[in-house]
């Protein structure tokens, strides 16, 4: 088995969701303690709904841990909550989203499409060797980021 490339995903960019939720149960603490008479319900409600989708996706993000993406034996493995492995010979096209600090990657192979997104540790890195890896076994890569195309 040759491992070529392999990627991990990263828990620090959960702490950024737990840092959102203190400051929203700051604002429910302080509308509650502050009370304004037709605005103070209506926060706190707000905000409630708004700390539960950060708490949401804090876990979810806290959780994911181990080898994301990886190229093995010529073959793409997408590590979600079932292995995805793609031979490399199969795909069509691959495309990159650039985030900050994450990416989303979609997959086009002759019969399906994949997705995946994920935070990953050296993301920049990361995403810069597998695109050469790819780009040297003829896989055609096209990337994206905010910016527009490159």
């Not at 926060?43 to 093995?72: D, E, H, P």
Request: proline letters at 1%; hydrophobic letters at 50%; a positive charge.
């Amino acid at each position: 088995m040759k491992k070529e490339f392999e990627a991990y995903y990263s828990n620090a960019y959960a702490w950024i969701f737990a840092v959102l939720m203190l400051l929203f149960l700051f604002g429910i603490v302080m509308f509650s303690v502050f009370w304004i008479p037709d605005l103070s319900l209506l926060f706190i409600i707000t905000l409630s709904i708004v700390f539960l989708i950060f708490a949401y996706v804090f876990v979810i993000t806290i959780r994911k841990n181990g080898v994301a993406i990886q190229i093995t034996d010529n073959k793409l493995i997408l590590c979600k909550k079932e292995l995805v492995e793609i031979p490399i010979a199969d795909i069509m096209k691959i495309t990159i989203h650039d985030g900050d600090g994450s990416f989303d990657i979609s997959i086009n192979t002759i019969t399906q499409k994949y997705s995946m997104h994920c935070f990953i540790k050296e993301q920049r890195k990361k995403k810069d060797e597998i695109i050469a890896i790819l780009k040297s076994k003829g896989v055609k890569v096209a990337t994206f980021d905010f910016g527009g195309v490159d």
